[in-house]
């Protein structure tokens, strides 16, 4: 069975600051990673996501987040960060070899951006 | 029309009414899904349906009924709700393949009164 673990509930930053939100995420088999950002009353919208390849992924808003395999992590990191990026951060993990892809997310972290 | 579209955007009903939640998707995928948001609790998979077959049903309570009448649309059927049930619920849709991830719907922001 998949878990994904965010570590921090809440994060607080001021604006231009940069930011890491972190993800640890426990299988017994090769996963996929992705982040999923929620706006307030909005759906969930996917920002960016490890299938193969460079362990660096570069996803929209200028958000990236790298794979490491020997950590079991995939945080999720921005330079600078502005106050529209105020929203609640998912983390989730896919089985490669799952059934439709099943995704099982972490409970959020909640980035608050203060000018 | 693309993407993931739900309607109503938000809904109030009595503990006695019955209401219906609606999903639908252009993207040509056959796997669809609702999820249960709730204020400081982790999002909750409800049901999932693959070519209109529901594959999983997490414990949900009978007073919410699922329909899935072809792989572009899913619906919610809600009836004799508890105040517990306010929430925000989002559908999903996806491609049903590893690594394809989900597309989300804006949800319904259920408020039982």
């Known amino acids: 069975a998949q878990s994904v673990t965010q570590l921090d509930s809440q994060v607080p930053v001021f604006e231009e600051a940069p930011v890491e939100l972190r993800c640890n995420y426990s299988s017994s088999v090769s996963v996929y990673l992705f982040w999923y950002v929620q706006y307030p009353n909005q759906g969930l919208q996917l920002l960016l996501k490890?299938?193969?390849?460079?362990?660096l992924v570069k996803g929209i808003n200028g958000f990236e987040a790298e794979f490491n395999k020997s950590q079991t992590s995939f945080h999720l990191r921005k330079p600078s960060v502005h106050i529209s990026d105020t929203a609640e951060y998912f983390c989730a993990v896919s089985e490669r070899g799952s059934t439709l892809g099943r995704l099982y997310f972490g409970r959020g972290t909640q980035l608050t951006v203060w000018p | 029309e693309t993407g993931v579209t739900q309607t109503p955007r938000h809904l109030v009903m009595g503990m006695t009414n019955k209401k219906s939640l609606k999903c639908e998707q252009h993207?040509?995928?056959?796997?669809m899904y609702w999820y249960k948001q709730s204020a400081k609790k982790p999002l909750e998979l409800m049901f999932v349906?693959?070519?209109?077959?529901?594959?999983e049903n997490n414990s949900v309570p009978s007073r919410f009924s699922p329909e899935c009448p072809n792989s572009s649309h899913l619906f919610l059927h809600l009836h004799t709700l508890q105040p517990e049930d306010s929430a925000l619920y989002l559908c999903?849709?996806?491609?049903?393949?590893?690594?394809?991830?989900?597309?989300f719907g804006s949800g319904t922001r259920l408020t039982v009164v």
């Open positions: 999903a849709s996806s491609q049903g393949a590893p690594g394809s991830g989900y597309t």
């Open positions: 993207l040509g995928h056959n796997a």
């Open positions: 349906y693959n070519f209109k077959e529901q594959t």
């Open positions: 490890y299938l193969s390849g460079s362990t």
